[in-house]
């Protein structure tokens, strides 16, 4: 088990890089991936998320990032993971208040506020072996 509480020993988890910087919303979002069996890794900022990345060795199935964060914004992030051979392909979630950014490389958009169940939907249809 690793600092974050993260046990990446145990290949049959699906680990999902939650990236949010307001308190609340990343608590919902957590308990909902829980719910759907998911190993949450909570990142308040780009940079967290990108040492988390980099430093644990982790390779999340899926990313699901806010647009607007300090520092790094979310689709830079995006553009990151996407460059890195080792996550290119893993599907990365964008979600924001204020619409959906305009060439973002991210495979799904989540309007703010969303609905659990729309949240637990698009997430399911994004990680592997679903459907």
Do not use: W
Not at 32 to 50: M, Q, T, Y
Request: hydrophobic share 45%; net charge negative; aromatic share 2%.
């Amino acid at each position: 088990m690793n600092s974050s509480g993260l046990n990446t020993d145990d290949e049959s988890a699906t680990v999902c890089l939650i990236v949010e910087d307001e308190p609340a919303i990343l608590r919902l979002i957590v308990l909902a991936l829980h719910d759907l069996g998911c190993v949450a890794l909570p990142a308040p900022s780009a940079e967290a998320a990108l040492q988390m990345l980099e430093n644990e060795r982790v390779s999340p199935a899926i990313t699901i990032t806010d647009v607007r964060l300090p520092g790094m914004d979310g689709v830079e992030l995006t553009r990151l993971i996407k460059a890195d051979s080792r996550l290119s392909d893993k599907p990365v979630i964008l979600m924001s208040a204020y619409g959906e950014p305009r060439q973002h490389q991210g495979d799904a958009f989540l309007a703010k506020p969303f609905d659990i169940d729309e949240l637990g939907m698009l997430v399911e249809a994004h990680l592997p072996n679903s459907g």
